[in-house]
């Protein structure tokens, strides 16, 4: 039941020692704003790392070719190692149950032209799966389908941006552009969360590009995804199987590492998944320290509150009160200080992470910030310590005698 009396002496105590009670709040409030301006430099971290990745799936694998550095089986080497539409077929063939995307590749660079606006912009030539692992969203009609594909449309999904650039506020569906002369249908739209330099692509059909730009049968990389259900291991180990096969079926010597190359996002991110363990761990570990640190001040604290006001108790004991009432205001006053604190540190740590949190980015920072849950959690922490730390001195000054008490020095 809430009591006025008694809240009117706690905030009595508290106006009394000011000064006491500032050093008391000043511990909690520091602890608690390092605990917070720590956590978020990690989850800025975090979201830099997230940011670097977004435009892209996590399960891909990138394939291309180079020159071979080695002799091998009779041929030369600086030899030009050239994928070709059969290399397609080749994967698909021999490892359809570890894939779940995968198209070849040819980029041009193109003056895409509509009415009086003009500029250039990546061209690729797709399988729609690329859609999935550029994690492309669409905006408005449709992406690349396979009918595309077999039929060679003269059509193009363009990027959010592309769409701004040369059409304005006006919709690019169903418009022509001209690229390199050519004119192709705009069919969709689409955002990239890879950012700008991706939402300035135009997607075409790749069967469409390689028939206009070269007639031939050659690509000019593969881009592949691998089943979500492989651990990473897995995945590390069947790219490994993959690029030997390439090699074997292109005459490539197994110990050249220039003319069939691949890079498998499994890798990042082991790593990546690596280092962020570390890091949460470094950061534990502070987070911790920066609380014990907060819990032995307010211990220490408490100790010498209650040991300052044992003559005090001494007097309220002579007066009638009862040990329960005594220990229950030094607890109450303990816990209000604390919250308040824990607030304001809350208050300043955020306050800190925000007013700096742009000038971080430099330092692969992004957009550091904490969960409020965590601090909440952190605070409460801090209340039960300080509750403690209160009780057990206050319930030892309960005991004392109101005579041992008066006469204490």
Do not use: C
């Not at 009394?16 to 917070?36: E, P, Q, V, W, Y």
């Not at 063939?93 to 606006?117: M, W």
């Not at 408005?140 to 592309?162: H, M, N, P």
């Amino acid at each position: 039941m809430f009591d006025i009396d008694r809240w009117r002496e706690i905030f009595q105590s508290i106006n009394k020692n000011k000064l006491r009670t500032i050093l008391s709040g000043f511990t909690i409030a520091f602890a608690i704003m390092l605990f917070t301006i720590l956590f978020g430099i990690g989850n800025g971290l975090k979201n830099t790392f997230q940011r670097e990745f977004a435009g892209d799936s996590m399960f891909s694998i990138y394939l291309w070719a180079g020159k071979t550095t080695k002799p091998y089986k009779g041929q030369q080497s600086d030899r030009q190692v050239q994928l070709k539409n059969d290399d397609i077929k080749f994967i698909v063939d021999n490892y359809d149950s570890k894939l779940n995307g995968i198209t070849p590749q040819i980029s041009k660079n193109f003056q895409a032209v509509y009415k009086g606006e003009q500029d250039n912009y990546s061209v690729t030539g797709v399988y729609p799966d690329i859609q999935k692992m550029e994690s492309a969203e669409i905006e408005s009609g449709r992406f690349l389908t396979l009918l595309d594909i077999q039929q060679r449309s003269k059509v193009v999904a363009i990027g959010r941006l592309v769409e701004k650039d040369l059409f304005g506020q006006l919709s690019a569906l169903g418009k022509n552009i001209s690229l390199d002369g050519i004119s192709y249908k705009v069919i969709g739209t689409f955002s990239d969360p890879g950012g700008s330099n991706d939402e300035r692509k135009i997607y075409a059909p790749f069967t469409t590009i390689q028939r206009l730009y070269g007639n031939t049968d050659e690509l000019g990389s593969v881009t592949l995804s691998y089943n979500p259900n492989l651990s990473v291991d897995q995945a590390i180990s069947f790219s490994n199987n993959l690029t030997q096969a390439l090699k074997e079926k292109h005459s490539v010597a197994p110990n050249d590492q220039r003319a069939i190359r691949l890079f498998n996002m499994a890798e990042v991110n082991r790593d990546t998944s690596n280092f962020m363990m570390v890091l949460n761990i470094i950061i534990l570990f502070i987070g911790i320290g920066t609380l014990v640190a907060g819990i032995i001040g307010i211990s220490n604290i408490m100790v010498y509150i209650v040991r300052e006001r044992t003559k005090e108790l001494g007097i309220r004991k002579a007066l009638g009160a009862t040990p329960g009432s005594i220990i229950g205001m030094i607890m109450m006053e303990s816990i209000l200080i604390t919250a308040i604190a824990g607030y304001v540190g809350l208050l300043i740590g955020t306050g800190v992470l925000k007013t700096i949190g742009t000038s971080l980015e430099k330092y692969f920072i992004t957009n550091p910030s904490v969960n409020t849950g965590v601090v909440v959690g952190a605070t409460i922490i801090l209340i039960i310590a300080g509750t403690i730390a209160g009780y057990l001195p206050a319930k030892r000054a309960a005991r004392i005698k109101p005579i041992d008490a008066l006469n204490d020095n």
